[in-house]
């Protein structure tokens, strides 16, 4: 009997890989609507909020976000970049070196972190990919997670370099933000710019010694 018992118990966990879809309870007395969501009683006559999502969107919602997260991420961190070039400037009174951030500096990139915590596939010739639908969405939700808090940090870091870089600017004589283009359209609907859009602080200080020689013409 004890022998029948173990064997009992070792064929379950042998055959349970934790990936076997359950069923779920959908049936709900529906008492009103919340947006997506339904408003109903379950069995224990409890009021609860249920939402019905197919599991394919869900999971191309979630890589959709993920896409979106990452631009914002690589717009945050390029405009970072910039900022600390600018402030590095001599003619802004900088170092002409880069100010180090340790904790930018140091942070692995969105491509490292999800080869880290994605799924990846061996073999050359296979065509065929397979991973378990519940690892996948899994994954997606912790890159969502890491990206968000990567932003997060780099958004912080940029918004403190940036009012350190407004204060260098007007000591310079430039002001506090960068120059945004000029123009006006003619009577044809054709535009001509009459401020080009700063790009570098070499455009900063071109656009500055233009106004200045026009300001001395004028007068």
């Known amino acids: 009997m004890k022998l029948i018992i173990i064997m009992a118990m070792f064929l ?3 055959f349970s890989t934790g990936y076997e879809v359950k069923k779920v309870e959908t049936v709900i ?3 009103g609507q919340v947006g997506d969501k339904k408003v109903g009683l379950n069995d224990k006559k409890e009021i ?3 939402e019905e999502v197919d599991a394919s969107d869900e999971l191309r919602i979630q890589q959709n976000v993920n896409l979106k997260l ?3 991420y690589d717009h945050e961190a390029f405009m970072l970049k910039q900022c600390r070039t600018d402030v590095s400037d001599l003619r802004l009174g ?3 070196e880069i100010p180090p951030i340790a904790e930018v500096d140091d942070m692995k990139s969105p491509e490292t972190v999800r080869e880290e915590i994605g799924i990846t596939d061996s073999g050359e010739l296979k ?3 397979k991973s378990y639908f519940t690892d996948q969405l899994k994954l997606e939700r912790k890159y969502d997670s890491s990206l968000r808090k990567m932003k997060k940090l780099i958004v912080r870091h940029r918004e403190e370099c940036e ?3 407004a204060i260098a600017r007007r000591k310079s004589g430039l002001p506090s933000s960068r120059y945004d283009g000029k123009g006006y359209f003619t009577g044809g609907g054709i ?3 009459t401020v080009p859009h700063e790009q570098s602080l070499d455009d900063a200080f071109e656009i500055q010694a233009k106004a200045k020689a026009a300001k001395g013409g004028e007068e």
């Open 48 to 50: 609860i909020l249920q």
């Open 127 to 129: 065509v065929v990919r």
């Open 191 to 193: 535009w001509v710019q």
């Open 94 to 96: 900088g170092s002409g």
């Open 29 to 31: 007395d529906v008492k």
């Open 70 to 72: 990452r631009d914002e």
């Open 12 to 14: 379950t966990g042998c």
């Open 163 to 165: 009012y350190k870089m």
